[in-house]
């Protein structure tokens, strides 16, 4: 958002703020269920649904003492969501950065409230107060340009949890210079990844136009390896003309029929949640 609309209060994520791994370990909702939580019996008033922190008091934080974040319980106790405490990664125990000895793992949900380092899990029927969950990753109107204007949204804006749909180009990056081979098409390489729950993502298209016209990339093996929740890696052969200033857009389509509709995201503040067309810039094709 800050490199293609205008400057944000935020962290550049560029392409690579995406978790694509194998997790194992038991659901949130079997821990809470053996820990005595009747399901049925938790409270809610039908306005503000109950909530399931996750927290690590290990040390300080940027903005705040500790780290925590929370999903809703309906979610945590949905063995669909398959809301899980990990403890391992890719086979193998956690790696101490990325959590260990166990972490909450919230597929399809920002990253933030995959809580490492876990400490404690307790019920809530608020949100989690810590400062990750109520003073960032909200999507902010466009009037909040600052940290003042900001202030009285805080509240009133949802805190983020599903993701939206999203492609990202990994070949040709931007800036770069490619020679067009004698069969006139470049070959494209990226991933893609769907929104929220409702993977996989099951067609991606990419333009060498500016999005006039646009051809569809093959998923790898056929999108099969593509679960629920994972990304896809995609290739493309798209013609291009020669010249300077060239771009490549692409867009994603999941199984719910959510896709990339524009070619840019509205702004927000904390830029959080873009996912206008997926774009290589500034390409030079001789
Ligand atoms: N304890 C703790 N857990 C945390 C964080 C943190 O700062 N402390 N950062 C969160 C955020 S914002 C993200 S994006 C993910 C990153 O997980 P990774 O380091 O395994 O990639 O961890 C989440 N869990
Ligand atoms: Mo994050």
């Known amino acids: ?8 209060l935020g962290v550049d994520w560029f392409d690579g703020a995406v978790m694509n791994c ?15 939580v009747q399901e049925d019996r938790v409270v809610h008033d039908g306005v503000s649904p109950m909530h399931v922190h996750f927290a690590n008091y290990g040390g300080k934080t940027q903005q ?12 945590a106790m949905d063995p669909e969501m398959e809301v899980i ?3 391992k990664m890719n086979g193998l125990p956690l790696p101490a950065r990325h959590g260990f000895p166990v972490r909450s793992v919230v597929p399809g949900v920002l990253g933030a ?27 902010l109107p466009p009037e909040a340009v600052d940290a003042a204007t900001a202030e009285k949204y805080w509240v009133l804006c949802p805190s983020m949890l599903e993701m939206p749909v999203n492609s990202c180009i990994a070949y040709p990056t931007s800036e770069s210079t490619i020679t067009l081979p004698s069969s006139g098409s470049i070959e494209v390489l990226g991933y893609a990844v769907p ?9 991606v298209q990419v333009s060498g136009d500016e999005g006039k016209t646009w051809v569809d990339a093959q998923l790898e093996d056929g999108g099969e390896t593509g679960s629920r929740w994972t990304w896809v890696l995609w290739n493309a052969s798209i013609k291009m003309e020669r010249g ?12 719910g029929g959510n896709s990339q509709t524009q070619e840019r995201s509205t702004w927000n503040l904390r830029g959080v ?3 206008g067309y997926e774009a290589a810039f500034d390409l030079t094709v001789l």
């Open 1 to 8: 958002m800050r490199t293609r609309i205008k400057e944000v």
């Open 22 to 36: 194998t997790w194992e370990g038991p659901r949130v909702r079997d821990i809470l269920l053996a820990a005595g």
């Open 64 to 75: 705040d003492e500790w780290y925590g974040g929370s999903i809703p319980f309906d979610r």
């Open 85 to 87: 405490l990990a403890v």
């Open 113 to 139: 409230r995959s809580v490492k380092w876990l400490d404690r899990i307790s019920i809530s029927d608020k949100e989690s107060p810590c400062f990750y969950q109520q003073h960032d990753y909200k999507v």
């Open 195 to 203: 929104q929220g729950h409702h993977g996989p993502v099951i067609r």
């Open 244 to 255: 300077k200033g060239k771009k490549i857009f692409a867009k994603a389509t999941d199984a």
């Open 273 to 275: 949640g873009y996912n």
